[in-house]
């Protein structure tokens, strides 16, 4: 994980239970500027929990890097 360069975001569901949380918590340690998103009414698939607050966050990070799918 440390020979990660890129922008890099981490989503975890709060309530997964096959990869929680702090597992997310020890990648964002070990990934060079990545940040973590943690959504709260999700389990292992937060895109299919929470569909429009996963677009938002996703939006959200590729704007910050200038990527694909940036707000215009």
């Given at each position: 994980l440390?020979?990660?360069?890129v922008?890099t975001?981490?989503?975890?569901?709060?309530?997964?239970?096959?990869?929680?949380?702090?597992?997310?918590?020890?990648?964002?340690?070990?990934?060079?500027?990545?940040?973590?998103?943690?959504?709260?009414?999700?389990?292992?698939?937060?895109?299919?929990?929470?569909?429009?607050?996963?677009?938002?966050?996703?939006?959200?990070?590729?704007?910050?890097?200038?990527?694909?799918?940036?707000?215009?």
């Open positions: 440390p020979g990660i360069t922008p975001l981490l989503v975890f569901g709060a309530n997964d239970t096959a990869t929680p949380v702090e597992i997310g918590r020890i990648m964002e340690g070990k990934i060079k500027g990545s940040g973590l998103v943690v959504m709260e009414k999700s389990g292992h698939f937060p895109y299919l929990d929470e569909p429009a607050a996963f677009n938002a966050v996703a939006r959200s990070f590729l704007g910050s890097i200038g990527g694909a799918g940036a707000p215009q």
